[in-house]
């Protein structure tokens, strides 16, 4: 991968994760206003609602940030751009796609499927 691919990636790399970090400020500050009154019962119930979206939002967001930082972690060390399952490295075209993709496409899909076969197991 060219210097230049690298820096452009790079750069998508930490926009996102200064969104994702502005996200998380805002989500604080929204559960604290939704925390923060409302007496009635019908509103109770909808500021549960409310917490409980945000709360599973914000984890998404915590993972996802894991994940960029992750990647820039490897661009510092040198190692960005390898599939960490089977050593290989990473098309480009998937980089510029997913930039803080950690496996290649291949060992991707063979992640997803034991997810699947795993969370089936436990619904059994």
């Known amino acids: 991968m060219d210097g230049i691919k690298l820096a452009e ?13 502005d996200l998380e400020a805002r989500e604080i500050e929204a559960t604290r206003e939704a925390s923060e009154a409302q007496s009635e019962m019908i509103d109770i119930a ?7 979206r945000q709360s599973s939002l914000a984890e998404q967001e915590r993972r996802e940030l894991i994940m960029v930082e992750r990647a820039l972690t490897k661009m ?20 510029s796609v997913v930039p ?25």
């Open 76 to 95: 510092a060390s040198g190692t960005f751009g390898v599939c960490e399952e089977c050593q290989e490295e990473i098309p480009e075209r998937r980089l």
């Open 100 to 124: 803080e993709a950690r496996l290649c496409a291949g060992c991707q899909a063979v992640e997803e499927r034991k997810s699947i076969r795993s969370t089936r197991a436990m619904a059994s």
């Open 46 to 52: 909808q500021s549960l609602e409310l917490l409980g």
């Open 9 to 21: 990636l790079r750069r998508l790399l930490v926009v996102r994760w200064r969104q994702l970090g």
